[in-house]
């Protein structure tokens, strides 16, 4: 049977879906958390058509799976005006909270958000089109980060409760919130990366307002009356809608003080400068990045196929860290691309429910319409598809394509393609693809496939000043999560782990004595009656 006729049968009829993954009826959510209430809003709605396409007697339609608000302009002041209330200029309950308090709230949380698990990673699948097991991962992670994030915090506390004595001086050290943060994630991990900004924010003693990502918003429904219950009322709401309605006006307001976003440069920019007075906006960004995979001759073959796989295809190359080009050395290229081409054509095809599925439908019909651009203009100049199935598409099924040989004329050799496009470089000299990480306007990761110790040591020594992390032979990743994640140039501003998470969301605040008699007498009083929940020696276990 032709493949491109056959991809259409991949597609579900509705009935052979399997019970336990089904939408029974549309979600229509009208809540939204506003200064500790779930509101319901009564305006216009944005509906949710699911990249899932199901057999119907008029041929495939997208399955509707339902509807959240379009917010305006006022629900979005009010939520700005909530957060700002519940930090009442750092004197609110959130921000003057004992740290073991704080703590409390959020293990709370963590114990009552693990009961949602079924219902979150089945909209995951849904809204999304990430795979079960991925999805499933995502949740699990998400699970594992919330509670290093609460180890984190307490190590941290350890540390600050002791006095430093310096030339006279009595200090205590500690780290205090740095007021209202707006938190927006993204569309490819829509729950862990929010949560990975969210919660060290939170539990720092900022106040939150979370703003879904376009794609991944009825996921977070089932949470909300967990954030309604878990935290004082205003320390987090939640808007909805498009950014120029309910973002852009919260930002010019100069009321903000942490933008945490992940996404595009662009949008960041244009966010940025929103702001009356950009230098009080601190920005925790993730952005997008253009890894390349360096395969030099003497690689483990086997091996290589398989990371390059798995960093160009996971979640169909719609993740930051994917690679999204490779330098195969000319030596290799021929049985580098005759094993990475029928590789690829092996992988599963499906839906996100199947068993081992490797390729599922793509969200956005904006993508796959740039990616058949990218694919155009490669062709154009020179490129071919090297693997069979490469370039069929059906509906949001967008099938992996290798690209080669790729040059510096091409868009995909320049831009983030952001989906299971590969592009291959064939090169004899090194400085190529040095040259080409050198000069990139992206600086996030590397990835080295080689065995000689020498070479690979020349190249860390210089790598490692132009991206943040150089992987040797194998892909590029976030985790483990207690790993500094970060970027230079256009991939990233601030640092993500569990523990930069928090300082990134805070600053170093000291109270500080001369050491005399009455200032002695001052602070012990203050510690023996626990005046302060700043100034305090309690030890958290």
Not at 27 to 56: A, R
Not at 245 to 272: C, H, M, T, W, Y
Not at 342 to 368: A, F
Request: overall charge neutral.
């Amino acid at each position: 049977m032709n493949v491109k006729e056959n991809f259409k049968d991949i597609f579900p009829d509705e009935k052979a879906i399997p019970a336990e993954f089904t939408i029974s009826s549309p979600i229509i959510q009208k809540e939204y958390l506003l200064d500790g209430k779930l509101c319901q809003w009564e305006g216009d709605m944005q509906e949710v058509y699911s990249p899932i396409y199901t057999k119907t007697s008029q041929g495939l339609s997208k399955k509707f799976i339902g509807k959240y608000p379009l917010l305006t302009e006022k629900e979005a002041m009010e939520a700005l005006k909530s957060a700002l209330n519940a930090y009442d200029e750092g004197r609110g309950q959130w921000p003057t909270m004992a740290v073991a308090d704080r703590i409390k709230h959020v293990e709370e949380f963590a114990f009552r958000f693990k009961e949602k698990k079924k219902e979150v990673v089945n909209l995951l699948m849904w809204e999304i089109c990430k795979s079960y097991e991925d999805s499933l991962k995502e949740f699990d992670r998400t699970v594992e980060y919330i509670m290093d994030t609460i180890d984190a915090m307490k190590d941290l506390d350890r540390i600050s409760s002791r006095f430093v004595i310096e030339d006279g001086v009595i200090a205590q050290i500690r780290r205090s919130p740095l007021g209202v943060v707006m938190c927006m994630g993204p569309y490819n991990y829509p729950l862990n990366e929010t949560f990975t900004t969210l919660i060290p924010a939170l539990i720092m003693g900022n106040t939150v307002i979370l703003k879904p990502p376009k794609m991944g918003v009825l996921l977070h429904r089932p949470i909300l009356s967990i954030f309604k219950d878990c935290f004082p009322k205003g320390v987090v709401n939640t808007i909805y809608g498009q950014g120029q309605q309910v973002v852009a006006p919260i930002i010019a307001s100069g009321k903000v003080n942490v933008l945490a976003f992940i996404g595009s440069s662009e949008v960041a920019d244009i966010l940025r400068k929103q702001h009356p007075k950009p230098h009080r906006l601190r920005c925790v960004l993730g952005l997008e990045s253009k890894n390349a995979a360096i395969i030099l001759p003497d690689v483990d073959l086997n091996m290589t196929v398989k990371e390059c796989i798995l960093g160009t295809l996971s979640f169909n190359g719609q993740r930051c860290t994917a690679l999204k080009i490779l330098f195969v050395h000319s030596d290799i290229i021929d049985a580098f691309l005759d094993k990475f081409a029928n590789e690829i054509d092996r992988l599963k095809v499906g839906m996100p429910w199947e068993t081992n599925v490797n390729i599922t439908p793509i969200p956005s019909n904006d993508r796959i319409k740039y990616l058949e651009k990218l694919i155009q203009d490669a062709r154009d100049l020179g490129a071919n598809i090297i693997n069979n199935k490469g370039g069929i598409i059906k509906e949001s099924l967008f099938y992996p394509t290798v690209l080669y040989p790729v040059n510096d004329k091409m868009k995909i050799y320049h831009e983030e393609q952001f989906g299971p496009v590969i592009p291959v470089v064939p090169f004899d000299d090194i400085e190529i693809p040095t040259r080409y990480i050198i000069e990139s306007n992206y600086g996030q990761q590397v990835s080295l496939f080689a065995k000689d110790p020498d070479i690979i040591s020349k190249l860390i020594d210089s790598l490692v000043n132009q991206v943040c992390r150089v992987n040797i032979n194998s892909q590029c990743q976030r985790g483990p999560d207690v790993f500094p994640f970060t970027g230079r140039k256009d991939s990233a501003e601030g640092t993500l782990s569990v523990s930069d998470a928090l300082r990134a969301f805070s600053i170093r605040t000291l109270v500080a004595a001369k050491e005399n008699d009455i200032n002695k007498e001052i602070i012990t009083k203050i510690l023996k009656e626990r005046k302060s929940n700043f100034l305090s020696t309690d030890f958290i276990f």
